[in-house]
């Protein structure tokens, strides 16, 4: 009777141990998947903040002043139409888009509307970002939501009747905005298809560098050959015909430093794109986009 006492008593002690390490190993933190699932996201982050670059969000919601906040809104933009202000994009729960899903700002750059199904304004260029890929919303949404939220309330726009009415742009989208992601050309190569992608989705260099009709919408007969911007000055025609004078080298280092081949340096919009967003890709993605430029077929200036 002791002998099954002294054996159990040794079964119910290895029992028990068991049942302490197997606790042990439940409650112990698992290091690798989080560590990966980190790795991951901040991989999703760091691209992220390089299409953000890429797509020169910057610029447009960030104001003039000089001690404004990045992303915070406040950036006039003077069309035919009135002046439009970019909003605050700082994940603030009240002033930017902190209280936004992922679907919320997917839905914005593929269709234009915002989270209460109105329409935005063409002057946010969804009809260019429309084209984005998939997993690149993901990684600008991703790196957008890691910004320090900021306060600043984003300016009402200012605009003539009947133009500050939503509703009509539902009309402009069904003559202009064809939604979907960019599809690459099966004719072109890799590098002249990823050039495609920067220029027309997240670039949407098309967007000044395309001439508008009366209504705001595009002359896709005259994509990319410029023209006249709002302001009655000349926008740069990006076809072969522009580009005709200079040789790569040197288109290279405008797009890198704004300085042109006569010892020019571009300054107002071009400059401030040089400065935040082409001086900002890698150099492959470089070679790309003026490799797509110079595949375009040569269109003739538009007379201003």
């Not at 141990?17 to 112990?28: H, K, M, N, R, Y």
């Not at 984003?154 to 009415?165: I, N």
């Not at 280092?253 to 042109?260: K, T």
């Amino acid at each position: 009777m002791n002998h099954f006492h002294q054996r159990f008593s040794r079964l119910c002690l290895i029992g028990l141990l068991a049942i302490l390490v197997l606790a042990a190993c439940d409650s112990a933190p698992d290091r690798s998947l989080p560590d990966a699932t980190s790795k991951a996201d901040a991989s999703v982050v760091a691209r992220g903040e390089y299409l953000v670059k890429a797509g020169g969000c910057l610029g447009c919601h960030t104001a003039s002043t000089k001690d404004a906040v990045p992303f915070a809104g406040g950036r006039a933009l003077k069309t035919p139409f009135g002046t439009f202000y970019g909003p605050n994009i700082t994940p603030h729960p009240q002033a930017g888009i902190g209280l936004w899903t992922e679907a919320n700002f997917e839905r914005a750059l593929r269709h234009g509307k915002r989270p209460d199904g109105s329409n935005y304004f063409p002057a946010f260029p969804y009809p260019s970002f429309t084209k984005i890929a998939d997993e690149d919303v993901r990684a600008l949404w991703a790196y957008l939501k890691t910004l320090p939220p900021s306060s600043q309330a984003s300016l009402a726009h200012d605009l003539y009747l009947p133009f500050r009415f939503r509703f009509p742009v539902s009309f402009w989208n069904w003559l202009f905005f064809m939604p979907g992601p960019l599809k690459p050309d099966s004719d072109a190569s890799a590098k002249v298809n990823r050039g495609a992608y920067l220029v027309h989705a997240l670039g949407h260099c098309g967007e000044c560098h395309t001439a508008r009709n009366f209504l705001g919408g595009p002359k896709h007969e005259r994509a990319l050959a410029g023209g006249k911007s709002p302001e009655n000055k000349r926008v740069a025609n990006l076809t072969i015909t522009g580009l005709k004078k200079w040789n790569d080298k040197e288109l290279q280092e405008f797009l890198l430093s704004g300085l042109a081949p006569d010892g020019d340096v571009t300054a107002e919009a071009m400059g401030e794109v040089v400065t935040n967003t082409t001086s900002k890709l890698t150099a492959s993605d470089l070679e790309a986009l003026i490799a797509y430029l110079r595949s375009l077929a040569p269109l003739p200036n538009e007379e201003i």
